[in-house]
C-alpha cells in the first residue's frame, strides 16, 4: 500500500495536474477546452457531495439565493480527502499493475 512505488506513481499524477492547473491558470482564464472541464471537476466535487446529501459542506447550509454559496472549510478539507484517496487508490492500482507486469516480464 504504502510502496515506494505508489508513492512515486502518484507524487507523478499530482505534480501532472498541478501542471495543467498551472498553465490553465496562465494561458486564459475563460478558455472552454476539455482541459478545463477536467480540472474544474475537483472543484466542483464539492457541490455534487451536497447535492448528494453530505451536511455541513456548503456555507447557510447550501441556501444563498440565487449565488453559489461558497464551501466550508468542512468541504474543502473533506473534498479534497476524498479526491486524495481516490487520486491514492488509482495509484495502488497502476503501481501494483506495473509492478506485475515486470515480475512477469523478470520470469523465464
Known sequence: MLKPCTLKVLASML?????L??????????SESPVDFVLLA????VYLFHKLGVPGLLEHDGLCGWGWCNPTLFGWVFTAGLLLLCAWLIAWF??????RLAARKLAP
Open 94 to 99: 497502476v503501481a501494483s499493475l506495473t509492478s
Open 15 to 19: 505534480l501532472a495536474c498541478g501542471l
Open 42 to 45: 475537483p472543484l466542483l466535487a
Open 21 to 30: 492547473w498551472a498553465i490553465a491558470a496562465l494561458v486564459s482564464s475563460h
